[in-house]
T-cell receptor
Framework: DTGVSQDPRHKITKRGQNVTFRCDPISEHNRLYWYRQTLGQGPEFLTYFQNEAQLEKSRLLSDRFSAERPKGSFSTLEIQRTEQGDSAMYLC????????????FGPGTRLLVL | DAKTTQPTSMDCAEGRAANLPCNHSTISGNEYVYWYRQIHSQGPQYIIHGLKNNETNEMASLIITEDRKSSTLILPHATLRDTAVYYCIVRVTFLGTASKLTFGTGTRLQVTL
C-alpha cells in the first residue's frame, strides 16, 4: 500500500532563499491538497488541485508561494524569498474524490528558515 | 463554518477505553464529522467519519448524539501507540464536494501503563 509521499522530509534554509517541496499522491487520486502546520497548531488549508487545475487558494498563500500539479500527478510547492515566518510543517493530502471524501496525508516536509 | 470544541488533554490507562468528546453545536444538517489523529512529527491519520448514525471501523467507534451537536470518539482498548493529538473536524465543502479540513488544536491523548 503506497501512501502519500513527500520530499524532502526536512529542509533548512536561509532567509531569502527559494525552496521547493514535492508531493506524490496516492496513485489515481485526482484531488490534492496542501496544508501548513505551525508549532502547537493544527494544519491549515493552503490550496487545492483537482487533476492539474488549481481551483482554490487560501489567503494564507501569499504571492511568494506557488503550487503546481503538472499532468495531474505529483505536485510541487515553491516558496520564494523565504522568511522566518515560513518555518512550519508543509503537509500534502490526496483524495479519490466522491461525495464523502477522505483525505490521506503524507508525512510532511518540515521547513526551518534561519 | 461549524466550530468544534475539544478538551485540551486527556489521559487513559493502557487497555482501557478512551472516550474523546467533541462539541459541534453549530453543525448543519448535511455536514459530516471527521476524526483524525496526529502522532508526534507525522502527518495526520484518518480515523473515522459520520453524519448522524453511529459508525465503527477497525480503529474506532464514533457516537453522534441525536441532535448532532456533539460526538464521542471511542478507542475500545487504548495502547501506548494511540498516544497522539486527536482532531474532531466538521467538514466544510466547496466546489461541490472538495473539503477544507479545519483542524483546531485537538485533544492530546496520553496513554499510560
Amino acid at each position: 500500500d503506497t501512501g502519500v509521499s513527500q520530499d524532502p522530509r526536512h529542509k533548512i534554509t536561509k532567509r531569502g532563499q527559494n525552496v521547493t517541496f514535492r508531493c506524490d499522491p496516492i496513485s489515481e487520486h485526482n484531488r490534492l491538497y496542501w496544508y501548513r502546520q505551525t508549532l502547537g497548531q493544527g494544519p491549515e488549508f493552503l490550496t487545492y488541485f483537482q487533476n492539474e487545475a488549481q481551483l482554490e487558494k487560501s489567503r494564507l498563500l501569499s504571492d511568494r508561494f506557488s503550487a503546481e500539479r503538472p499532468k495531474g500527478s505529483f505536485s510541487t510547492l515553491e516558496i520564494q524569498r523565504t522568511e522566518q515566518g515560513d518555518s512550519a510543517m508543509y503537509l500534502c493530502a490526496s483524495s479519490p474524490g466522491g461525495w464523502v471524501e477522505t483525505q490521506y496525508f503524507g508525512p510532511g516536509t518540515r521547513l526551518l528558515v534561519l | 463554518d461549524a466550530k468544534t470544541t475539544q478538551p485540551t488533554s486527556m489521559d487513559c490507562a493502557e487497555g482501557r477505553a478512551a472516550n474523546l468528546p467533541c462539541n459541534h453545536s453549530t453543525i448543519s444538517g448535511n455536514e459530516y464529522v471527521y476524526w483524525y489523529r496526529q502522532i508526534h512529527s507525522q502527518g495526520p491519520q484518518y480515523i473515522i467519519h459520520g453524519l448522524k448514525n453511529n459508525e465503527t471501523n477497525e480503529m474506532a467507534s464514533l457516537i453522534i448524539t441525536e441532535d448532532r451537536k456533539s460526538s464521542t470518539l471511542i478507542l475500545p482498548h487504548a495502547t501506548l501507540r494511540d498516544t497522539a493529538v486527536y482532531y474532531c473536524i466538521v467538514r466544510v465543502t466547496f466546489l461541490g464536494t472538495a473539503s477544507k479540513l479545519t483542524f483546531g488544536t485537538g485533544t492530546r491523548l496520553q496513554v499510560t501503563l
